[in-house]
Antibody, heavy 120, light 107 residues
Framework: EVQLVQSGAEVKKPGESLKISCKGS????????IGWVRQMPGKGLEWMGI????????RYSPSFQGQVTISADKSISTAYLQWSSLKASDTAMYYC?????????????WGQGTLVTVSS | DIQMTQSPSSVSASVGDRVTITCRAS??????LAWYQQKPGKAPKLLIY???SLQSGVPSRFSGSGSGTDFTLTISSLQPEDFATYYC?????????FGPGTKVDIK
């Protein structure tokens, strides 16, 4: 069974750094892209970026390029989303998800979400 | 980026009703469209891909149609577990973009 399990909720202050994780199991982690989707409170879904753990090829939506860093450690089947300096506007639920095939294809497996709260 | 719009933004319906949601792309996307269902506090769930292909395990009361710029999601007979928010997403050009969502609630 394919599973994506995300790290727990985080409460941070503006300016702090953060790295959240998404561990894949039940499939060949290096053979599928894995992406991140943001959902701000009460709002819709935003596609942030995606990584291919097999070779670390990474694509970012222009809206998120330079704002976050996506990485992966294939030795432990885990993808990461990180910020170097959080802002209050980064407060959101973040989902990792695996596309059906190519990097821009529909997302058929999702993690449970990680709630990030940034507040002074 | 390709902009996606959905109508209506919300719809109130009763169990057993037929519900249709429309999604429009700002430019042609062939059949590269997916539909998701999201319930409160839960991750989205893929329902339809390639405009009309039903994802494995999704009930047959859900169907999708359309191509080019105009698409529809139809729920043929609304069930209690279908009250949720529905999003379309284009997968034709980078970056993939989502519609703003349509909330289906109980009349």
């Amino acid at each position: 069974e394919v599973q994506l399990v995300q790290s727990g909720a985080e409460v941070k202050k503006p300016g702090e750094s953060l790295k959240i994780s998404c561990k894949g199991s039940g499939y060949s982690f290096t053979s599928y892209w894995i992406g991140w989707v943001r959902q701000m409170p009460g709002k819709g879904l935003e596609w942030m970026g995606i990584i291919y753990p097999g070779d670390s090829d990474t694509r970012y939506s222009p809206s998120f390029q330079g704002q976050v860093t996506i990485s992966a450690d294939k030795s432990i089947s885990t993808a990461y989303l990180q910020w170097s300096s959080l802002k209050a506007s980064d407060t959101a639920m973040y989902y990792c998800a695996r596309p059906r095939s190519g990097y821009d294809s529909p997302l058929d497996y999702w993690g449970q979400g990680t709630l990030v709260t940034v507040s002074s | 980026d390709i902009q996606m719009t959905q109508s209506p933004s919300s719809v109130s319906a009763s169990v057993g009703d037929r519900v249709t949601i429309t999604c429009r792309a700002s430019q042609g996307i062939s059949s590269w469209l997916a539909w998701y269902q999201q319930k409160p506090g839960k991750a989205p769930k893929l329902l339809i891909y390639a405009a009309s292909s039903l994802q494995s395990g999704v009930p047959s009361r859900f169907s999708g149609s359309g191509s080019g710029t105009d698409f529809t999601l139809t729920i043929s007979s609304l069930q209690p577990e279908d009250f949720a928010t529905y999003y379309c997403q284009q997968a034709n050009s980078f970056p993939p973009t989502f519609g703003p969502g349509t909330k289906v609630d109980i009349k």
